[in-house]
C-alpha cells in the first residue's frame, strides 16, 4: 500500500502545473448588492405580496456539512441552517427579513457559532430575528390583505414532488389552513426565471467550476490505468478538493463496460478491465455554483474500432449542437441538428432501420400523435442534450421561457450520449413491429454491445456567441490517448480492494 500511495504522489505532483492555472485564479465572488438587486426584481414582479422562503435545515447526520438550498441562497446569501426569509413587497418595494435560529451554545464547540444580527446585517444587508418570532410575523401579517408567495424548501427541482413533506411546505399549509380567506400563490416560477440569466459574477463563479472540473478529468486521464470504478472516482475528486472545489456537484459517475451504458449509475464499484469504455461524469461546486462535464476514456488508453465509431458519431454531433448555438438561435434547432447526426449514423451503422422508423417504445407515447417519441433511434440516445447551470446542477436557463432561444447570459451543457446494449432490447416490449426490429439490429447491437458514450461541455452565451468554459480538457480522441500514453505506472500491489 506505501508503494501504491508514492505511485499516486508521483503522478499528483507531475500534474500540478497543467492545474497551477486554475489555483492562482481570481476569487469571484457575489456581494450584498446582487443579493439585493435580486430581490429588488422580485419585488419588481410581484408588485405587492409577502414572499415567504426557508433554507435548508440542520444536517441529521455527520456525513457532510451543511449546504443551503439554492433559491434561498439566491435570494439572501444566508448560509446557516434552519433559516427563513419573508419580504414584504408594496407597489414594487420590498422590506426583508432573514429569521434565524441560534446554536445552542454546547454544540456549537461542535459544529461552529452562527452569525449575530450585526453580522448579518453587515455581510448581506439583511435585517435579523429569531426564527420563534416567524409564526407571529406571518399571522400579524396574515390581515394585510397582500397575496402571500411561497418558495418550496425542496431538495432539487428534479424530486420536487417527491420532497413534498418538507417543514416549510408544511408550515404553510397550516398557515394557510388557518387563515382561510388568505390568497397563497407559488414564487417558484418567478424566481426560477429571475435566475435563469447569469450575472457576471454567477458566470465567474461558473468558469472556475469548469476550469477546476477540468483539472480532475485530466487527472485522470493521467493517472495510471484503473482496476476499479472508485479508482478514478477518486482521482477526480481529489482533484477537486485540492483546488477549492467545495464537493462533487453531483453524485460522481464512473460506469465501466455495461454500467457506461446506465446514464446515472453512480455506484462507482465495478471491476474496470482492459478493453472497457468508462463514461465519467463528475464535475465540482464551487461557492454553491456547479459544472457538470463528462468524458469517456478507454480502460487501456486507446479507444477499439467500435468505440471509435460511436465516439466520433456521438463528438459529430455535439459539435452540430454548437455550430448551431448563437444568440437569438432557437435550443430546440441545437438539439435536433445533434439529434438528425447521430440518427443518421445509427441507421449507416444498422442500429436502426432508418431515420424515421419506429418501434413500440418502453414507455407512455402516442405514436399517432407524436411519433418521434417512437422512433428506433431514441433508445440508443434516451436524453436530452442541454440543461442549464448554476447553484443547482440543473439550473434554470433563459431558453427555458418565452420563445426558447438562446441569449447573453445563459449557462448550459451540450451533451449528446449514444448507449448501445441488448439490455435495451430485452427492455423492448413484446410486439410484433419490435420483434421485428431486433431481429434487423441484434448483430449489429452485438458489435457494439457496452459502449456507451457521453461527451459533455459547459457554456456560457455571451453577446458575441458561444464560449466553452469546459476547454480545459480534452474531449477529442487523438487528443485523449495522447495524453493517456504518458500516464503514470501502476506498481505491483496497488491492486486496490478485492484483488
Not at 449575530?116 to 394585510?144: C, E, K
Not at 435566475?195 to 483539472?215: F, V
Not at 457538470?292 to 463528438?315: C, E, F, H, K, N
Not at 434554470?396 to 426558447?404: A, I, K, L, N, S
Amino acid at each position: 500500500m506505501r508503494e501504491s500511495l508514492r505511485a499516486l504522489g508521483a503522478w499528483a505532483i507531475a500534474g500540478a502545473c497543467l492545474v497551477a492555472g486554475v489555483a492562482a485564479g481570481a476569487r469571484a465572488t457575489v456581494g450584498a448588492a446582487e443579493y439585493g438587486a435580486r430581490r429588488d426584481s422580485l419585488a419588481a414582479r410581484i408588485d405587492s405580496g409577502i414572499v415567504v422562503a426557508f433554507g435548508e435545515r440542520t444536517p441529521v447526520s455527520d456525513f457532510g456539512p451543511f449546504y443551503q438550498l439554492p433559491a434561498f441562497h439566491y435570494l439572501t446569501g444566508y448560509d446557516q441552517p434552519d433559516a427563513a426569509f419573508v419580504m414584504v413587497v408594496r407597489r414594487g418595494r420590498g422590506e426583508s427579513t432573514v429569521f434565524t435560529t441560534p446554536v445552542n451554545p454546547r454544540m456549537a464547540f461542535y459544529y461552529g457559532f452562527r452569525p449575530d444580527s450585526a453580522a448579518i446585517a453587515r455581510s448581506i444587508g439583511l435585517t435579523a430575528r429569531p426564527f420563534s418570532a416567524l409564526a407571529a410575523v406571518l399571522d400579524s401579517l396574515a390581515g394585510a390583505g397582500l397575496p402571500v408567495y411561497t418558495l418550496a424548501d425542496y431538495e432539487d427541482a428534479d424530486f420536487a414532488r417527491q420532497d413534498s413533506l418538507t417543514r416549510g411546505q408544511r408550515f404553510m399549509a397550516a398557515f394557510a389552513a388557518a387563515h382561510p380567506g388568505l390568497t397563497v400563490k407559488d414564487a417558484q416560477p418567478v424566481v426560477d426565471e429571475l435566475r435563469a440569466r447569469k450575472s457576471p459574477a454567477e458566470q465567474a463563479l461558473l468558469r472556475r467550476a469548469a476550469e477546476i472540473s477540468a483539472a480532475g478529468h485530466r487527472a485522470a486521464m493521467q493517472s495510471p490505468e484503473p482496476r476499479h470504478e472508485y479508482e478514478w472516482q477518486a482521482v477526480i475528486e481529489y482533484t477537486f478538493k485540492r483546488l477549492g472545489g467545495e464537493r462533487p456537484a453531483y453524485g460522481s459517475i464512473v460506469g465501466a463496460g455495461v454500467n457506461s451504458t446506465q446514464l446515472h449509475y453512480m455506484l462507482d464499484t465495478s471491476a474496470a478491465k482492459p478493453g472497457d469504455l468508462v463514461v465519467i461524469d463528475a464535475a465540482t461546486a464551487y461557492r454553491g455554483y456547479a459544472a457538470d462535464i463528462t468524458r469517456t476514456l478507454p480502460v487501456s488508453g486507446v479507444y477499439t474500432p467500435a468505440q471509435r465509431t460511436i465516439y466520433q458519431l456521438v463528438r459529430d454531433a455535439q459539435a452540430a449542437a454548437e455550430r448551431v448555438a448563437k444568440p437569438g438561435a432557437k435550443a430546440a434547432d441545437a438539439e435536433d441538428s445533434s439529434y438528425a447526426v447521430r440518427a443518421r449514423g445509427l441507421a449507416k451503422l444498422g442500429l436502426i432501420d432508418s431515420v424515421n422508423a419506429v418501434i413500440d417504445p418502453p414507455w407512455p407515447a402516442d405514436c399517432t400523435k407524436q411519433p418521434a417519441a417512437c422512433q428506433e433511434a431514441r433508445i440508443w440516445m434516451v436524453h436530452g442534450i442541454s440543461h442549464g447551470l448554476g447553484l443547482a446542477v440543473h439550473d434554470p436557463v433563459q431558453f427555458y421561457y418565452g420563445d426558447r432561444v438562446y441569449r447573453p447570459g445563459d449557462a448550459f451543457t451540450i451533451e449528446p450520449g449514444i448507449y448501445i446494449s441488448t439490455r435495451t432490447l430485452d427492455a423492448l416490449p413484446d410486439t410484433p413491429r419490435n420483434r421485428a426490429f431486433i431481429a434487423n439490429v441484434r448483430a449489429a447491437v452485438k458489435k457494439y454491445e457496452n459502449v456507451g458514450v457521453r461527451i459533455e461541455d459547459d457554456y456560457i452565451m455571451t453577446a458575441s456567441g458561444l464560449e466553452r468554459i469546459s476547454s480545459g480538457v480534452p474531449r477529442e480522441m487523438t487528443e485523449i490517448e495522447a495524453l493517456m500514453k504518458g500516464r503514470g505506472k501502476r506498481e505491483a500491489g496497488s491492486g486496490g480492494i478485492g484483488r
